[in-house]
């Protein structure tokens, strides 16, 4: 390790910056994001730096930098378009004992500044040596991806906690092990979902018990379409920390695999006339999990407020006291059609859409389809495979004209995507030559003629046999 990791206090502190261009800049920022007593000399000033002017803790002297200018200093940043003021800088600040930071020459000072990910009061730090900072950045972005933004607060509520705990756990284990407990829990999900006030009363609740329970709660997660690159991160973040998944058929296997590897799978997926697990007992498995302390994943093909009875699973947990989250997702009908080249709404020839099921009950499918037939409009089938004659039927019955453009998306968003395109009057023989399998959406109205114009994912591992979604327990 070439560089001893540290953070430092430069809370009114006064530190130099010389230099007035971009990279001056980013070092200024970092530096009054500290609340340090910033000096910036240079002859010419960069913009950005201009508009710091204002703050009591910045002095902007324009002129060339002088020996002189580093008595007072605590901490210097060379960063001039001169190699040779540099090095005159860094030689006299390293001379003088002070911390120097030579910008683009990371060998001729005493410091670099790495790559922050700030979730104050929580910091991340990454620095590569002066390597490769795009590097850097990039391990930043990734960790972005990973650490919640509430994790601040997370934090600084534990801070509030720390000596009340000292109190009820006087040994350093025991206070330990609460904190593992809490911080991975129910308390830290309260806080990262914005329930600040329910977090404190539970730590208040474990400390009066003198220590911290386990308590059971449940994710109510959207898998999405099937790209496992369209979840999203709070959805890959729970994904991995849950106990227990329960899953359904419409959720692709590759983001199974992006599951907890040690988490315990039940599968409760429904297929026509086939279901796993009633939705009752289903209801009945996401209390009873969550009661015996576990973290349950409720994982849903889509979003689960959309055709995904996750609000009937919920009202379940709410009835129980059962802590939860819903997690949103990329809906079928917005994934599918997207990787389709099919806009749903478009000024030529859309103003408005509608999301229908498309799933039979006693032979007949109940909608409004006087509604459903209006011009400038599209119409978005969920689960119409079995109902595609009666979709058909009921349309042209009527008042839609069968030459109405429609869209088969099977397996939309996947390595195993394939459009069908047909009419609304064709669309039963379209399903019975094509030979598609769920997951299927259909996809009627003027905007389906824009396919052909629009298409851009042509996934090339299409396996006619093959599904990207689970039908079995795995």
Same mark, same amino acid.
């Given at each position: 390790?070439?560089?001893?990791?540290?953070?430092?206090?430069?809370?009114?502190?006064? $530190?130099?910056?010389?230099?007035?261009?971009?990279?001056?800049?980013?070092?200024?920022?970092?530096?009054?994001?500290? /609340?340090?007593?910033?000096?910036?000399?240079?002859?010419?000033?960069?913009?950005?730096?201009?508009?710091?002017?204002?703050?009591?803790?910045?002095?902007?002297?324009?002129?060339?930098? *002088?020996?002189?200018?580093?008595?007072?200093?605590?901490?210097?940043? !060379?960063?001039?378009?001169?190699?040779?003021?540099?090095?005159?800088?860094?030689?006299?600040?390293?001379?003088?004992?002070?911390?120097?930071?030579?910008?683009?020459?990371?060998?001729?000072?005493?410091?670099?500044?790495?790559?922050?990910?700030?979730?104050?009061?929580?910091?991340?730090?990454?620095? &590569?040596?002066?390597?490769?900072?795009?590097?850097?950045?990039?391990?930043?972005?990734?960790?972005?991806?990973? +650490?919640?933004?509430? $994790?601040?607060?997370?934090?600084? +509520?534990?801070? /509030?906690?720390?000596?009340?705990?000292?109190?009820?756990?006087? +040994?350093?284990?025991?206070?330990?092990?609460?904190? *593992?407990?809490?911080?991975?829990?129910?308390?830290?999900?309260?806080?990262?979902?914005?329930?600040?006030?329910?977090?404190?009363?539970?730590?208040?609740?474990?400390?009066? /018990?003198?220590?911290?329970?386990?308590?059971?709660?449940?994710?109510?997660?959207?898998?999405?379409?099937?790209?496992?690159?369209?979840?999203?991160?709070?959805?890959?973040?729970?994904?991995?920390?849950?106990?227990?998944?329960?899953?359904?058929?419409?959720?692709?296997?590759?983001?199974?695999?992006?599951?907890?590897?040690?988490?315990?799978? =039940?599968?409760?997926?429904?297929?026509?006339?086939?279901?796993?697990?009633?939705?009752?007992?289903?209801?009945?498995?996401?209390?009873?999990?969550?009661?015996?302390?576990?973290?349950?994943?409720?994982?849903?093909?889509?979003?689960?407020?959309?055709?995904?009875?996750?609000?009937?699973?919920?009202?379940?947990? !709410?009835?129980?006291?059962?802590?939860?989250?819903?997690?949103?997702?990329?809906?079928?009908?917005?994934? $599918?059609?997207?990787? !389709?080249?099919?806009? =749903? &709404?478009?000024?030529?020839?859309?103003?408005?859409?509608?999301?229908?099921?498309?799933?039979?009950?006693?032979?007949? +499918?109940?909608?409004?389809? *006087?509604?459903?037939?209006?011009?400038?409009? &599209?119409?978005?089938?969920?689960? @119409?495979?079995? @109902?595609?004659?009666?979709?058909? /039927?009921? =349309?042209?019955?009527?008042?839609?004209?069968?030459?109405?453009?429609?869209?088969?998306?099977?397996?939309?968003?996947?390595?195993?995507?394939?459009?069908?395109?047909?009419?609304?009057?064709?669309?039963?023989? =379209?399903?019975?030559?094509?030979?598609?399998?769920?997951?299927?959406?259909?996809?009627?109205?003027?905007?389906?003629?824009?396919?052909?114009?629009?298409?851009?994912?042509?996934?090339?591992?299409?396996?006619?046999?093959?599904?990207?979604?689970?039908?079995?327990?795995?």
């Amino acid at each position: 390790m070439k560089h001893f990791p540290i953070f430092i206090n430069v809370k009114d502190r006064h $530190c130099l910056v010389v230099g007035g261009g971009p990279v001056a800049s980013r070092k200024v920022d970092s530096l009054l994001k500290s /609340e340090a007593i910033v000096t910036v000399i240079s002859p010419d000033i960069h913009n950005d730096l201009q508009q710091n002017a204002d703050s009591k803790r910045i002095t902007i002297l324009r002129r060339p930098y *002088e020996h002189t200018d580093i008595v007072r200093a605590f901490l210097v940043v !060379a960063a001039t378009n001169d190699i040779n003021v540099n090095q005159e800088i860094a030689k006299a600040a390293n001379d003088a004992n002070i911390l120097v930071n030579v910008a683009n020459d990371p060998d001729a000072g005493s410091f670099l500044f790495p790559s922050v990910l700030d979730r104050s009061p929580v910091t991340v730090a990454i620095s &590569t040596g002066g390597a490769s900072p795009v590097l850097a950045r990039q391990l930043r972005m990734k960790l972005e991806t990973m +650490i919640p933004s509430a $994790c601040g607060r997370l934090a600084a +509520i534990t801070e /509030e906690y720390r000596e009340k705990v000292k109190q009820v756990f006087p +040994i350093q284990q025991q206070r330990k092990e609460f904190w *593992e407990s809490a911080l991975k829990g129910t308390f830290s999900e309260l806080v990262y979902a914005g329930q600040d006030d329910a977090a404190r009363t539970l730590l208040d609740e474990q400390l009066a /018990e003198g220590k911290s329970s386990a308590q059971g709660e449940v994710y109510l997660v959207g898998a999405g379409p099937g790209d496992p690159d369209l979840l999203t991160f709070k959805a890959a973040r729970l994904m991995q920390q849950a106990d227990v998944m329960v899953y359904d058929r419409l959720v692709s296997k590759a983001i199974l695999d992006m599951a907890n590897k040690d988490a315990e799978r =039940l599968y409760v997926g429904k297929e026509k006339e086939n279901h796993a697990v009633p939705q009752d007992k289903i209801n009945d498995l996401l209390v009873d999990l969550a009661k015996q302390g576990k973290r349950v994943l409720r994982l849903k093909g889509g979003d689960p407020f959309i055709f995904g009875r996750g609000g009937e699973e919920i009202e379940k947990l !709410a009835e129980n006291n059962i802590p939860f989250q819903v997690v949103p997702a990329v809906t079928a009908a917005s994934g $599918c059609s997207a990787y !389709a080249g099919i806009p =749903l &709404t478009h000024r030529d020839y859309a103003q408005s859409v509608t999301f229908a099921t498309g799933h039979l009950k006693d032979g007949t +499918i109940n909608l409004n389809w *006087e509604q459903l037939t209006q011009k400038n409009h &599209t119409i978005v089938f969920y689960m @119409g495979l079995t @109902g595609i004659k009666v979709i058909s /039927e009921q =349309l042209q019955a009527h008042g839609m004209s069968g030459d109405m453009p429609a869209a088969l998306v099977e397996q939309g968003t996947t390595m195993n995507q394939r459009v069908h395109i047909g009419t609304v009057d064709t669309l039963p023989q =379209l399903v019975k030559d094509s030979g598609v399998r769920a997951p299927t959406l259909t996809i009627i109205g003027e905007v389906v003629k824009l396919h052909d114009k629009l298409h851009w994912y042509e996934p090339q591992r299409h396996v006619k046999e093959a599904s990207e979604f689970t039908r079995h327990k795995t």
